[in-house]
């Protein structure tokens, strides 16, 4: 993606939507792999995927802010191109064993239960974590809260 790409996004995005700040947010691709990127994009286009976990450990590893309420989000796919803008809307940070049903259900991975997240996520931080901790099970989990903002939800076709 290249800086030029993400400002003509930014400046289309909004034309759509006048009230989001001048200033291009941060772009990021959910997931580690390309597959993962599409896969969840799609999620969250659809409506399905409103939350996403991260590891506190990563974020430490990595020397990166960690998101805040209000934060916009540019959204890439595995090619690197924008594709969506979301708005966190709550961060709250808890130990792996007690993040929620309700926060594994908006994350919209697998059947949508706490089992199925629990698994996912422990395979995912065991294999793609920045940090050199990986998982434990009591590790601190930012869950992430967020809305769509563009596309917006009635403009997106949901044949594509």
Known sequence: MTIE???TYWRRVRA?????????????????TPEHADSLLGLVLSGIK??????VWDYEAAGD???EAGDLSVI?????????VIRTTTVDIV?????????????????LSLAAWREI???????HSESPRGWEPDMPVLCE????????PAATDANA
Do not use: I
Not at 50 to 55: F, I, K, L, R
Not at 76 to 84: H, I, R, T, V
Not at 95 to 111: I, K, L, N, S, Y
Not at 121 to 127: C, G, K, M, T, V
């Open 50 to 55: 409103t939350g996403t976990a991260s590891s």
């Open 16 to 32: 759509e939507v006048p009230n989001l700040p001048a200033a291009v947010p941060e772009a990021w691709a959910f997931g580690a």
């Open 5 to 7: 790409l993400l400002d």
């Open 76 to 84: 890439l796919d595995s090619a690197g191109e924008p594709q969506a």
């Open 95 to 111: 130990p792996f064993g007690e993040v929620t049903a309700e926060h594994a259900h908006a994350e919209g991975e697998g059947d």
């Open 121 to 127: 996520h422990e395979r995912f931080w065991r294999n």
């Open 65 to 67: 802010r960690m998101p």
């Open 145 to 152: 809260r967020f809305e769509l903002v563009h596309p917006l």
